[in-house]
């Protein structure tokens, strides 16, 4: 399994970037998904999560009303659009994809198999 992020760039506070993930050598539409990040000097930290089917989703405070997690199963591919971003949102940001089957959501990284290369996002004061 290979996942490929993308769409990280430098934006402006208060602009908006949509990171996009796509997946390719398994079966996607039967796994949740989630996205983490990681700022120089700080842990890797959660971002947003959502099931196998896109219809339950689960946001970290510090992202929730400006950041929205979906996914299309049938592109294989899932998107996470920042918006209102703060300077405090840079980092890189990772997608992240079990290997098993469930009905839910996750927050934690280990509960996630595969892992995608990371996107840098830069917000400018």
């Known amino acids: 399994v290979q996942l490929q992020a993308s769409g990280g760039g430098v934006a402006q506070a208060g602009g908006s970037l949509r990171l996009s993930c796509a997946a390719s050598g398994r079966t996607f539409g039967w796994y949740a998904m989630g996205w983490f990040r990681q700022a120089p000097g700080k842990e890797r930290e959660f971002v947003a999560s959502?099931?196998?089917?896109?219809?339950?989703?689960f946001y970290a405070d510090s992202v929730k009303g400006r950041f929205t997690i979906s996914r299309h199963n049938a592109k294989n591919t899932m998107y996470l659009q920042l918006n209102s971003l703060k300077p405090e949102d840079s980092a890189v940001y990772y997608c992240a994809m079990r290997s098993t089957y469930s009905s839910g959501f996750y927050y934690n990284a280990g509960a996630y198999d595969y892992w995608g290369q990371g996107t840098q996002v830069t917000v400018s004061s």
């Open positions: 959502l099931n196998w089917g896109g219809a339950s989703t």
